[in-house]
């Protein structure tokens, strides 16, 4: 429980981020309490967008929200090295390894050895069928996420497209973490 209201997991999202944001204020008043929310914020938007892609929109084309998005890196960019999609889908290569294990027995991709001497240097295609999944799930996925951003304006997209491409950048950045307490 947050204090001595409502057990935590009874709580709405909302309400739950501003318990969370006023209690580590509490308990730590020299942290920024706008950072915790807009980061606790974040995370949830980002787990709740996956969550709801994969049950919507890929769990009934056989494949997790990863396999989607190693799908449409392959989609964009094939032939690709299978060392680069991990990167690129912003999975780990064990990850990437699995779910290419799965689309490979689905027949979505076939991968194929690059290298006489280097065993891991893999290139990765698209099946025919795997691109016609691909340009399908493309459109449903679509279709998903312009309906979450219709809340927003054609201005208040593009300046949330803004932001969020700084705080990227700058996550993206070498650490320059100050010490904690």
């Known amino acids: 429980m947050m204090g001595s209201q409502t057990p935590a997991s009874d709580v709405p999202g909302a309400e739950f981020r501003a318990r969370a944001v006023r209690t580590t204020q509490e308990r730590r008043p020299d ?4 950072a915790i929310a807009l980061s606790l914020t974040l995370a949830r938007i ?3 967008h996956q969550h709801q892609s994969e049950r919507l929109v890929h769990r009934e084309r056989g494949w997790s929200y990863s396999g989607f998005r190693v799908l449409y890196m392959i989609w964009l960019t094939e032939p690709v090295e299978a060392r680069d999609l ?6 780990s290569r064990q990850t990437t390894s699995t779910v290419l294990s799965t689309l490979e027995a689905a027949r979505l991709v076939v991968r194929r050895q690059t290298s ?4 891991r240097l ?3 295609r698209l099946t025919p069928r795997g691109r016609a999944a691909v340009d399908e799930a493309i459109g449903a996925q679509n279709a998903l996420e312009s309906d ?7 201005a208040e997209q593009a300046q949330l497209q803004d932001m969020l491409e700084r705080v990227l950048t700058r996550i993206d950045r070498p650490a320059e ?5």
Do not use: C, I
């Open 31 to 34: 942290v920024d309490p706008r």
């Open 46 to 48: 980002a787990a709740t």
């Open 86 to 91: 991990a990167r690129f889908a912003g999975v």
């Open 116 to 119: 006489k001497t280097d065993r």
């Open 122 to 124: 893999v290139s990765v």
């Open 148 to 154: 979450w951003f219709s809340v927003l304006n054609s």
């Open 177 to 181: 973490t100050p010490a904690a307490d």
